[in-house]
């Protein structure tokens, strides 16, 4: 039999910027084989769980920015000074050193892609693949791969065009001479394929395990039958995009409405729903705000919209698009552009503000004198999405009532004492000392501690002496353990009234780790206290609503003053980066309580519904027009036209529907706009100037709004900030990293590289 060792030096010639061997998690001189690897069921798990670490972690990953700073929805403030962005407007992009590859480039990809190859290659050899394994179960992990190879390859698409197509494991000898970029559209095919096949595989009828539509909570970052579905609509757009279509191409706009609606479809008919929850009126604005601050679940319990949702890195635009007012705030960061904040339509008229300009700088909007937009007060009813997504001139930074949320975990006593009686009452619960060293242990926490600015033990009490010497114990480990206390410094006062008590946990979280990490000993929610009450008999103290409180103060209602010299005034000294360069901040994904104590941000989504719902209608105008219906593609949903899909979306936040009767071209403006505002910072804008070939028309530049206060009167300015001269043809695509080019090079004879690099 072939020697299936896994041969690392191999791989090191291999293809795509594989010279890592990193990736493998197997020992560096090559000892373990794939059939060690594929015999056993908790490697084989391992293998899998491996390939879903190169799903990306979508926010502020390029150089502590967003993909929005790359593009005309906002210019970030470290442009003058040593950056990508800085980089990037400058025109400091080549093959060698790419701003915008961030941390998921060619060869992040290919690696991914490498490591899908190798998982569905040995998991179907039963020469290789000897564990026992549940058979649903092996096919859930074979579906959940091929989509996310699907995936991967749609990323390297996206950036860079047509790719090589590898769908299995470079052997020793294999010949790169006869290696080549696939067409696009046989990429999309592949990508296709690979979802088809997935979805190919019938649902097990098992609630943990297959390939399955519905996952539990604790299933995060499973890869669903949804997001299948949701990558096949991606992939089809794109491809029927004018940057991608090729003539005489089988993914024509009509086949992309087909694929797009049948993809909506079967996700409508499996419960999934736009957010739509209103939340309280100090916690967000409107659904839409509260849907980009919540993190989801993915058992759809309430956030029925989430397809996929970036895993663990939350956006912390707090801290990396912050506005100076903001406790901890690093940098002003990516600030909405001028153009950005004109796509917001006006509420009462579901119209544009502004039409255009009139002039090659924007410094001359053509005001849509229909609309109902006041330039005098240009903040004035706009779109509810625009108050979710952007920090203006004198908006709220807090939303607070004054009240302050706390999260309560209740403690009880237990049965483990030392020379104490406890007698359960009306009250509460009375403590009596009867000897020396007396003390009682509490009941276990049962969950992590909370994220909080204060995290303190609290209860109310009464006590017929004054103890001067009470301790806690933080039980990490199982029981009490010296030094691993408060010490005996705690006083308690003799109080015949109920009064609160207050003991700050901050010293024992920062070095113990209690309540939020297992620090050698047991997980965080078996973490409990022993208490301490003095060293002798004779003390009594009746205890109530004993409990380890979590909260973080509401921050000050200072409204964010953008003007010169406001708290958060627009600035243009380059060197300054804590101030916005545009007159606005980024608010989408930002908690107004996150700070530097508490991140409580959102996190990007990759997918969902609200996405699917614009692809269709995008497909849709281009093949049938606004008007014409689309048959519905799976059972339970039903017919669709483009302008429908673009009004459930505007209804979600109270604007006016599009009316009928526009057309294609007209729809385009609106359709376009909406999807500008509605998928706002979520790297859709980099991506959909370039496939519609619009790069030229929207970025050489952004332009901001500098406001002059003299009294309590406004006067606002239009600026136009530097170019940036990335919006020629050759952005249209990424530049391949050189050394991939240069490699490629000599085994092909054929250079790779994309038009202009």
Known sequence: MKNRILRIVALVIGLFGLGSCADLDLPSDGRMSLEDMFSDYFRTRNYFNAVKNYMPQVGFAYGQTPLASFSDEAHDASDGVSSNVNNWYNNRTSSTSNPVAGDYSWEHYFQAIRKCNTFLASINDPNIATAVID???????????????????????????????????????????????????????????????????????????????????????????????????????YAASPLF?????????????????????????????????????????NAYAYYFINRSDPSRSVDKETIYETTSARTNVWKWAGTPITAGAEKA?????????????????????????????????????????????????????????????????????????????????????????????????????????PWIFTTMLNEVLPAGEKRLITFEYKSNKT?????????????????????????????????????????????????????????????????????????????????????????????????????SGISSDVTETRFTRTGYYLRKFNNYKSNVNVDADGLMKIFRLGELYLNFAEAAYQSVGPDAAVESKASGAGALSAREAVNIIRARVNMPPLPAGLNAEEFEVRYRNERRVELAFEEHRFFDVRRWKILNETDKFVTGMRIVKSDNNYTYNRIKLQDRNTNTDKYLLQPISQSEVSKMASYTGEDWQNPGW
Request: glycine fraction near 10%; hydrophobic fraction near 35%; charged fraction near 20%.
């Open 135 to 237: 058979e649903d179960e092996k096919n859930g992990w074979i579906g959940e791969v091929m989509v996310m190879r699907a995936f991967y390859y749609l990323q390297l698409v996206k950036r860079f065009g047509g790719v090589p197509l590898i769908s299995t494991p470079y052997e020793v000898t294999h010949d790169f001479s006869q290696d080549r970029r696939a067409t696009l559209e046989e990429c999309i095919d592949f990508i296709l394929a690979d979802c088809d096949a997935a979805l190919a595989i019938p649902e097990s009828g098992k609630s943990t395990v297959g390939f399955r539509w519905d996952i539990s909570d604790n299933e995060r970052g499973t890869i669903t039958r949804a997001f299948a579905y949701a990558v096949k609509s991606q992939a089809a757009l």
């Open 467 to 567: 103890i001067t010497n009470a301790e806690f114990f933080y039980c990490v480990a199982g029981g009490p353990q010296g030094g691993v206390s408060s010490g005996e410094n705690i006083v308690i006062e003799e109080s015949s009234e109920w009064k609160r008590f207050e003991y700050d946990l901050s010293t024992a979280i920062a070095n113990f780790g209690f309540g939020v990490n297992a620090n050698g000993g047991q997980e965080p929610a078996n973490h409990f206290l022993r208490f301490d009450l003095s060293g002798n008999a004779g003390y009594e103290i009746t205890i109530r609503n004993f409990n380890i409180e979590s909260f973080t103060s509401p921050p000050d209602a200072t409204p964010v003053e953008t003007f010169v010299g406001g708290n």
């Open 245 to 285: 279509y090729a003539a005489g191409s089988k993914y024509t706009w009509e086949k992309a409405t087909e694929i797009t609606k049948e993809a909506l479809d079967e996700c409508l008919a499996h419960g999934f729903k736009l957010f739509d929850t209103t939340p309280p009126a100090d916690i967000a604005q």
């Open 333 to 437: 960061g990516a600030g909405p552009s001028q153009e950005m904040v004109d796509a917001y339509g006006m509420q009462a008229t579901g119209q544009m503000p502004v039409l255009g300009y009139s002039d090659a700088q924007h410094l001359e909007p053509i005001i849509n004198t229909a609309s109902g937009y006041d330039p005098a007060n240009p903040y004035v009813g706009r779109d509810p999405r625009f108050y979710a997504s952007i920090y203006y001139n004198n908006s709220p930074r807090s939303l607070t009532s004054g009240n302050i949320d706390k999260t309560l975990i209740p403690l009880s006593f237990t049965e483990t004492v030392n020379n104490v009686t406890a007698v359960s009452t009306d009250d509460g619960v009375t403590l009596s000392t009867t000897g020396g060293d």
